[in-house]
């Protein structure tokens, strides 16, 4: 009997030191990944495979928007390639922030060498604007029970904070039990004298620009202008947006998949929450899977299924003992879960 499962598609920050070499160790189409190679090539950016080859990792190099946008949509296709069909059979794909690009290539709505010349171009719009900056900040305690009064205390502050002249601040990613605000640096410095510090909270985000703020729309209509409609067509899984709207098979129109993908993915909240919660309860699938680079986005996950009260979990514990139980959560980036996902 095979398990029904949703892939979850990784955003940027996950392709680091420990990642170097991901490509090499896994990537299952030395074809596929020569055209990519080519699509950079002929845009005179390095390589990914000279990127992911390279001796050591640099985070000048590597954490660049125009790097690592090619190098985790690679990363992230690779590993999707790479789930064994015959035991899995996934039901929905979603993303986090740049991980969209991700899922609309796993789930067929643009062509493998669409889905990299769009991450690809928008990587490299986002890196030669760097317009503004983002940081992250919990709003759930350490044992991850949901706090909706600290989140909306928090959330007032960045209102706050945004009506002073000068100061811009927004919800970028409603990221589990992280709030990701990005602004300008009147808005970010702000924010940061005004929050009791949290362990390493607040955190800047390196390389980061205001993602998913109406401070993008100049790289919005730069991508709509260099990403023609012909590169997308309907999916052939269900595919769950920022929103958390799905587009079904058969029913989803390419313009405004494209639109939403250009214009409102860009310059509004990406609701990264809403989208797992959507997952669980109109797939109610059998486990969650996200493909690599990275390790970080399981904490997120989790924390979303416990704020939608999935399967009755109200914190991490009770997580843990699902997870002991019956494994809900296959991280591809670890080898010993990617074992139980991949064909032997």
């Known amino acids: 009997m095979t398990r029904k499962a949703v892939v979850i598609c990784p955003g940027r920050g996950t392709y680091n030191k420990a990642e170097l070499g991901y490509l090499h160790r896994h990537f299952p189409d030395p074809a596929l990944l020569a055209d990519f190679d080519e699509q950079r090539r002929a845009g005179g950016q390095p390589t990914l495979s000279e990127l992911d080859g390279a001796e050591r990792f640099s985070i000048a190099t590597h954490t660049r928007g125009d790097n690592a946008s090619g190098l985790i949509f690679a990363a992230t296709l690779g590993d999707f390639l790479s789930i064994d069909r015959d035991d899995i059979e996934v039901v929905a794909v979603t993303g986090n ?36 900056g983002q940081l992250i900040y919990p709003f759930m305690d350490d044992d991850w029970h949901p706090q909706p009064e600290r989140r909306q205390h928090l959330l007032d502050m960045v209102a706050d904070i945004a009506a002073r002249p000068g100061h811009a601040l927004y919800l970028s990613i409603a990221l589990g039990g992280m709030l990701v605000l990005a602004g300008n640096e009147a808005g970010l410095s702000a924010f940061e004298a005004a929050v009791e510090p949290a362990g390493q909270f607040p955190l800047r985000l390196g390389n980061h620009a205001a993602f998913h703020t109406p401070l993008m729309a100049p790289v919005a209509a730069q991508g709509r202008q260099a990403l023609p409609v012909d590169l997308f067509t309907g999916p052939a899984l269900p595919l769950i947006d920022g929103r958390g709207a799905i587009w079904w098979p058969g029913a989803t129109d390419a313009d405004a998949l494209r639109h939403y993908t250009l214009d409102h993915q860009v310059v509004e909240s990406y609701d990264f929450a809403r989208a797992i919660t959507i997952a669980a309860r109109e797939f109610a699938p059998d486990l969650f899977i996200i493909t690599g680079p990275g390790t970080t986005l399981g904490g997120a996950v989790i924390q979303s299924l416990i704020l939608a009260g999935w399967r009755g979990m109200t914190g991490k514990a009770d997580f843990q003992a699902a997870q002991t139980e019956r494994p809900l959560l296959v991280s591809m980036a670890m080898p010993e879960q990617r074992a139980t996902v991949i064909a032997g």
């Open 97 to 132: 922030s740049m991980g969209w690009y991700s899922a609309l290539a796993c789930a067929g709505a643009v062509t493998p060498a669409s889905g990299f010349r769009i991450a690809n171009t928008m990587g490299t719009l986002m890196q030669q604007t760097l317009i503004g």
